[in-house]
């Protein structure tokens, strides 16, 4: 993970400012930073965060590059997930309570070197997301959702090109395909003991 490598309470850190960043929006206030935050969270970097109800996603929307400030990026992607995933309904306050909270700190995606039939050697299940790209698709899979799939390397592949609205194979022809790594940092149960996971 490099310089981008979280300590635990960073982590810690992160999912509650997610999770604020939501509650203040459900009622109807200004999210507030948290005080004294570590300087990590100034550095610009790629985050996702994921909402889930019932072990069922609920949202999961974040930012494969770093375009903007950790800080900025987790509180733009909680409010995202928890309001904007085209594929559900925003999140409601009487539900709130029973949403575990996800943060997913990802490292720069680096391009897989060519020829596509090595990209299965470069690809790790349950270190490496993925990222396929192709014109104006593109679609991404954190690194936790192949091994929660029991995917393997090619179905990974395939799954994230059909993610970004493409054929299955496309990284066979013309896709370009990115891998990356990510800190997962989750609450174990709706606003309770916050954790790494480790894949």
């Known amino acids: 993970m490099s310089k981008y490598h979280l300590l635990t309470n960073e982590g810690i850190l992160a999912v509650k400012l997610a999770r604020q960043t939501i509650e203040a929006m459900l009622n109807d206030e200004k999210p507030e930073r948290i005080p004294n935050l570590p300087l990590n969270f100034q550095e610009d970097r790629g985050v996702f965060v994921t909402l889930t109800l019932d072990n069922?996603?609920?949202?999961?929307?974040?930012?494969?590059?770093?375009?903007?400030?950790?800080?900025?990026?987790?509180?733009?992607?909680?409010?995202?997930a928890a309001f904007e995933d085209p594929r559900f309904f925003p999140i409601e306050k009487k539900d709130f309570g029973k949403v575990c909270v996800e943060v997913t700190a990802l490292t720069i995606p680096e391009e897989l070197e060519q020829p596509f039939t090595s990209y299965i050697n470069q690809i790790q299940i349950g270190k490496h997301g993925l990222m396929a790209e192709y014109q104006d698709n593109i679609g991404l899979l954190l690194p936790q959702v192949a091994?929660?799939?029991?995917?393997?390397?090619?179905?990974?592949?395939?799954?994230?090109?059909?993610?970004?609205?493409?054929?299955?194979?496309?990284?066979?022809?013309?896709?370009?395909?990115?891998?990356?790594?990510?800190?997962?940092?989750?609450?174990?149960?709706?606003?309770?003991?916050?954790?790494?996971?480790?894949?």
């Open 56 to 80: 069922q996603l609920r949202g999961c929307i974040g930012y494969p590059y770093p375009i903007m400030s950790f800080e900025k990026a987790v509180m733009k992607a909680a409010i995202s």
């Open 147 to 199: 091994t929660e799939q029991g995917w393997d390397a090619i179905e990974f592949l395939c799954q994230t090109c059909l993610k970004a609205g493409l054929t299955p194979m496309a990284w066979k022809y013309g896709a370009k395909v990115y891998r990356l790594e990510g800190q997962i940092f989750h609450e174990v149960e709706p606003n309770g003991e916050i954790v790494e996971e480790k894949l």
